[in-house]
């Protein structure tokens, strides 16, 4: 069903549709529209045989989701920025234990200084917890991938982080094609839980595990998560089967098979960065659009090969490592080894900071004529910045 909706009431409505049982609430913007949906949806009645659970603090919303889901209930929750910090701990017990609760990031800066907007550095903190973690560009597709994600969940019995930028998805209305309840329940399966919690049948779940064991409980969890490599592709091509919509899977090429310069991103910017891409094509700049959508497990067999003919490559990514540099061109550099292709990492959007067309085609303008450095900050005040470094040096 097509609807004007704002991003947050689009998801709490395919969460719905996926039939929680348990759904776990703390508000931090920008998500808490997002439970707060669902709380209209469990307390009208629309939402059967689901317990909305108000906890006290992030920590708590996980620690409840893992008991619920240990039980056996399809469980959901969602956080952003310095909420998915204090859960954080909570956050690996899940991966390790193999629960697949379902979690969306809407994701925004971490402080300090504390920042609100948006950026990828909350989730991006956590891409090594053993979460899936998938990126959405539009709100149709941020209501979608959370309707593919409790299969995949569920299939791998590993939860997955659905995220999608803060205030740029979330709150911005648009027009969305609602996943009717009988194609999600065509779709998506009663949840049949791998391990659950039975007084009829007592195990122990996140028991103790000594050193003669612990590598190989830590590599069922990788072995486990690159098994997502063929369920993502698998599930995306089921939901097209159902919902005749293309959604999901672990990339999306925007004419990047036969290009010289190619763009990666995730996430929201790439609808903007297409826009860039399509007026330079249509003055004959060869260049186009590679779209990460599965960031863990990272697809290094289907990135290669998408970005096998380009003679470089420029990652615009909204998030980076102090110290060092881009996140995401790591994995690029890997996918690439040893093919004659040169990347470029560029650090644009912290904080929430506009990334413009008039920005983007001077980027790439730059990087067509192997002029670009190897890591760039986009707008950033260079001048402001190095004043600001030659005071804290006179006052050491």
Not at 19 to 25: F, G, K, L, S
Not at 253 to 263: C, D, G, H, K, N
Not at 265 to 271: C, E, F, H, T, V
Not at 362 to 370: D, G, K, T
Request: with cysteine; net charge negative; hydrophobic share 45%.
């Amino acid at each position: 069903m097509f609807k004007q909706v704002e991003g947050s009431r689009a998801v709490a409505e395919a969460v719905a549709a996926c039939r929680p049982e348990v759904i776990c609430a703390y508000p931090i913007s920008p998500q808490t529209h997002i439970v707060e949906g669902l709380s209209r949806i469990v307390k009208g009645g629309e939402l059967l045989n689901c317990e909305f659970v108000n906890v006290e603090s992030e920590f708590a919303a996980m620690s409840v989701a893992i008991g619920a889901s240990a039980t056996g209930a399809r469980t959901y929750t969602a956080t952003a920025s310095q909420g998915l910090l204090y859960m954080v701990e909570a956050v690996f017990n899940a991966s390790g234990l193999g629960l697949p609760i379902v979690m969306t990031v809407a994701n925004r800066a971490i402080g300090g200084p504390i920042n609100i907007w948006n950026d990828h550095s909350d989730s991006m903190s956590q891409r090594d917890s053993g979460w899936i973690q998938i990126y959405a560009e539009t709100n149709q597709e941020a209501a979608d991938l959370h309707v593919q994600a409790f299969k995949i969940a569920e299939e791998l019995s590993l939860p997955v982080m659905v995220c999608m930028d803060g205030f740029i998805l979330t709150h911005a209305s648009e027009r969305v094609d609602i996943p009717e309840q009988e194609q999600v329940d065509a779709f998506l399966p009663p949840y049949i839980p791998r391990q659950v919690l039975d007084p009829a049948n007592p195990v122990s779940i996140g028991a103790m595990v000594g050193p003669e064991a612990f590598m190989e409980v830590r590599y069922m969890v990788h072995a486990k998560t690159l098994r997502a490599l063929e369920v993502i592709p698998k599930v995306a091509q089921e939901f097209t089967e159902i919902f005749a919509r293309d959604s999901g899977g672990l990339i999306r090429p925007y004419f990047s098979q036969e290009a010289e310069t190619v763009i990666v991103a995730l996430g929201s910017i790439l609808g903007t960065i297409k826009d860039v891409v399509d007026e330079e094509r249509a003055r004959g700049v060869s260049i186009g659009v590679l779209g990460i959508i599965a960031f863990r497990p990272f697809p290094f067999a289907q990135v290669r090969d998408a970005l096998k003919s380009a003679k470089r490559v420029v990652v615009i990514e909204k998030a980076f490592q102090v110290g060092i540099g881009g996140i995401v061109i790591e994995n690029i550099k890997s996918s690439i080894a040893g093919l004659d292709i040169q990347s470029y990492s560029v650090i644009a959007g912290l904080g929430g900071r506009p990334i413009t067309k008039a920005s983007l085609a001077e980027l790439f303008a730059r990087a067509a004529s192997n002029s670009l450095s190897e890591l760039t900050f986009l707008d950033l005040d260079q001048e402001l910045v190095e004043r600001e470094i030659v005071r804290e040096g006179e006052m050491a």
